[in-house]
């Protein structure tokens, strides 16, 4: 277990799970001891005690397989905050501290969703909709992704042509950052772009 994500379970067992569950807006289940989260749609367990997480039911991918889902899911339970998205979505760049942080070794996945998926857009949103995401307005396709229920993701893809290469964008609600660091919001969208091309490629 890496040292972050010791920290989040253990930042997760000093608070009340009741008051966890509502503001995380997920469920504790007394009886069991154990929260139910959804993460792109799908329902986990997560046993604070045994700091173990356990996907409910059975999908033909894994998204828990993902870079730091293992690190993402104690400390969204851990630091999820009274704040609701609303309806202002903001390039993470323009957070405070952004434009600094998103940088080389901290870039946003876009390129690989865009190279991925440069000239399906019918796949991009099937995809989106098999992660638990609606359609949106935007681009050439869009969708908002559950990746969190309060750090949802919006995703945008335009198409290529001979003038100009395939473009991709993620932007965050502007609440985001009441609940996550940059750090662990740059963690979220690298997990929702890896999560979006291995459920893309399952189907291939």
Known sequence: MLAGEKAAWEKLESRDP???AELAE?????????????VFGQAYLVNTAEREIREIGVHDFHLEDTTHFNLLVPLYLASSTPAAPGERLVKPETLPGGSAFFKGPHELPTEVIAHHFC???D???EVGLKLGGSRTEGGDAAVVIPTFTKIPV????WLGDL???ARAQLLLDATAIQHFPLDA??????MTAQAMIQ???SHH
């Not at 997920?26 to 959804?38: C, F, K, Q, S």
């Open 163 to 165: 003038e100009f290469p």
């Open 123 to 125: 796949r991009f949103i």
């Open 18 to 20: 009741y008051e966890v």
């Open 185 to 190: 919001l740059w963690a979220t969208l690298v």
């Open 199 to 201: 459920v893309a490629g």
């Open 119 to 121: 000239s399906t857009p």
């Open 154 to 157: 919006t995703a945008l893809l």
């Open 26 to 38: 997920a469920e504790y289940w007394e009886d069991d001891d154990v929260l139910v989260l959804t």
